[in-house]
């Protein structure tokens, strides 16, 4: 069903809309959505299965923070980012689907697959205990989906293309944002000081990882529609040089932190904080599959 805007959804008229979905037009309306010659079907929908997943994650740690962050204008700004992601997780989803060429939608993927089924980093995935792990870890996610998205503005597959143009104006405002906390942290108290340097300590053994490329990822980067993720470490080290340096903290010199087999985020195995946070993420959706109100 579409709808002018959101508000006629929910109107006596059209009580159709799904309680945990958003019954509007596709979030790729109006983009060229034809598959690019040669681009396997499969690798494409699992890479923007991985980007989206990446997305999705992250908002949903970000909205936990409602309620919680130090300001009322931390609220709206968290809020706002996890907004911003959740829109591109929703087209990256939608992409997903229309490579894989079947009924799938985008909420048969946030909340119908399995923990080992989503593919995001483990950095996305980690609990955020105080204020300074979520910037210290927003800072991160931020430089390194930005050095991605502005690869892939040049992909072709338009609408991953589509996708990256319009998720850099977003995610060079995460980023800043982040930037300024951190700096302002670490720059600030004794006390500050201290909380901002261990957020960091606890976040970089899941760099490293960032870095690793998948055989999908390899094979995408190959076809022109990818980014490999190795070629974005120079980039991404710079900033996180240049941030820390304007906080007066240092790199943390940390082991990173190992997967199972060699396996990681990106395979589907995960740290014990992602179970937890897809069960909150599914319990509606599950408790009343295809519930309408």
Known sequence: MSFDNAYEAITEQNDARWAFGTGFDSPLSGVDSELPEGVDRADLATY???????????????????????ELEEEVALANIALDLLGQARMLYTRAGQAEGGDRAEDDYAYFRTESEFGNVRLAE???PDFAVLVATLLVFTTWRLALLQRMTGSRDPVLAAIAAKGIKEVTYHRDYA?????????????SRQRMRDALEAVWPYVDELFATHPVERRMAEAGVGADPASLRDECAAVFGTVLESATLEVPQVSPRAGVAGRAGRHGVHT???????????????AHPEATW
């Open 179 to 191: 930037a300024q906390w951190v700096v302002r942290l670490g720059d600030g108290t004794d006390y």
């Open 126 to 128: 980690l609990d955020q």
């Open 272 to 286: 014990e904080s992602m179970g937890y946070l897809i069960a909150e993420l599914q319990a509606v959706a599950r």
């Open 48 to 70: 923007s299965l991985m980007l989206a997943d990446d997305a999705l994650v992250v908002s949903h740690r970000l909205q936990q923070w409602c309620t919680h962050a130090p």
